[in-house]
């Protein structure tokens, strides 16, 4: 399976970028996503997650509330749209995914046990 993340960028504090991340090779209806990010100097951290079954979701906490994750099986594509970003939201995001994950997984921890598909990441920088 191969993942391809799109839609990062350059925004102004306070802007909203919306993050998508198509799947080919296989079809992701059979697949919890994950999307990750990383800063500079910091270590990779998980934003959201969206399991396969139920569509449970998971934030990160500071995220929470401006990001929404989302899935279209149809088009074989998944959704980070991202509100209200500030500096700290500027990293690069990955969109990964994973046959694993119970939906009561993915609703308390999110996809903190490891995803094996990851894809190339895309920049967003958020800047005045």
């Known amino acids: 399976v191969q993942l391809q993340a799109s839609g990062g960028g350059l925004v102004q504090p306070g802007g909203s970028l919306r993050l998508s991340c198509t799947v080919s090779g296989d079809t992701l209806e059979d697949y919890t996503i994950g999307w990750f990010r990383q800063a500079p100097g910091k270590e990779r951290e998980g934003v959201s997650c969206?399991?396969?079954?139920?569509?449970?979701?998971f934030y990160k906490a500071s995220v929470r509330g401006r990001f929404t994750i989302s899935r279209d099986n149809t088009k074989n594509t998944a959704y980070l749209q991202m509100n209200r970003l500030t500096p700290e939201d500027t990293a690069v995001y990955f969109c990964?995914?994973?046959?694993?994950?119970?939906?009561?997984?993915?609703?308390?921890?999110?996809?903190?046990?490891?995803?094996?598909?990851w894809g190339k990441g895309t920049q967003v920088t958020v800047s005045s």
């Open positions: 990964t995914v994973d046959r694993g994950y119970a939906d009561s997984v993915v609703a308390q921890v999110g996809c903190a046990y490891g995803m094996k598909h």
């Open positions: 969206i399991s396969r079954v139920r569509g449970s979701t």
